[in-house]
T-cell receptor, first 115, second 112 residues
Framework: GAGVSQSPSNKVTEKGKDVELRCDPISGHTALYWYRQSLGQGLEFLIYFQGNSAPDKSGLPSDRFSAERTGGSVSTLTIQRTQQEDSAVYLC?????????????FGEGSRLTVL | GENVEQHPSTLSVQEGDSAVIKCTYSDSASNYFPWYKQELGKGPQLIIDIRSNVGEKKDQRIAVTLNKTAKHFSLHITETQPEDSAVYFCAASDTGGFKTIFGAGTRLFVKA
């Protein structure tokens, strides 16, 4: 597709269950980012990928959060044993990143609700 | 690491007035400062950006200024219109461009 695609758009789960959120970046974009946006709040950096590697995982809130990227394309953010405080919109962005900072292209996000 | 502070958190203006949003950053190595607009239910979209080798940039009704010495930058919207109502985020990027840190956002209301 033309833009960053995220799925599911909405996910309701019970506390303690695992969830997987998927991001399909713009074709050819080498950098991929995950951010978390709690209700009415700013964008909290979680992790970024350069190709398939994640040089900076410092933003992951706990060891229940993990992410991977395969083939330099699709990325999956996994939250294990979800808690109510994990409820938020999870935004993915990609960037061409040919050696300098530039525009991030965001998807519309996956809204996670943990009951 | 980088920390970006943004003010105000909420801004209400009358249609036609100007709106100014201010941000400060902590990492003197940051050299790229984008501004994003987020409409309800959408992801943020870039509206303007500035790099550290310039002090001001303008695009129609939107302008951004940068003061590297003071480590602050501002967004100016002139002749505001109701469709400018949204949440605006400033951000700063490190020298590698790999990590963009966002401010907390400003909710702008433009009253018709």
């Amino acid at each position: 597709g033309a833009g960053v695609s995220q799925s599911p758009s909405n996910k309701v789960t019970e506390k303690g269950k695992d969830v997987e959120l998927r991001c399909d970046p713009i074709s050819g974009h080498t950098a991929l980012y995950w951010y978390r946006q709690s209700l009415g709040q700013g964008l909290e950096f979680l992790i970024y990928f350069q190709g398939n590697s994640a040089p900076d995982k410092s933003g992951l809130p706990s060891d229940r959060f993990s992410a991977e990227r395969t083939g330099g394309s699709v990325s999956t953010l996994t939250i294990q044993r979800t808690q109510q405080e994990d409820s938020a919109v999870y935004l993915c962005a990609s960037n061409l990143n040919t050696g300098g900072a530039g525009e991030l292209f965001f998807g519309e996000g996956s809204r996670l609700t943990v009951l | 690491g980088e920390n970006v502070e943004q003010h105000p958190s909420t801004l209400s203006v009358q249609e036609g007035d100007s709106a100014v949003i201010k941000c400060t950053y902590s990492d003197s190595a940051s050299n790229y400062f984008p501004w994003y607009k987020q409409e309800l239910g959408k992801g943020p979209q870039l509206i303007i950006d500035i790099r550290s080798n310039v002090g001001e940039k303008k695009d129609q009704r939107i302008a951004v200024t940068l003061n590297k010495t003071a480590k602050h930058f501002s967004l100016h919207i002139t002749e505001t219109q109701p469709e400018d109502s949204a949440v605006y985020f400033c951000a700063a990027s490190d020298t590698g461009g790999f990590k963009t840190i966002f401010g907390a956002g400003t909710r702008l209301f433009v009253k018709a």
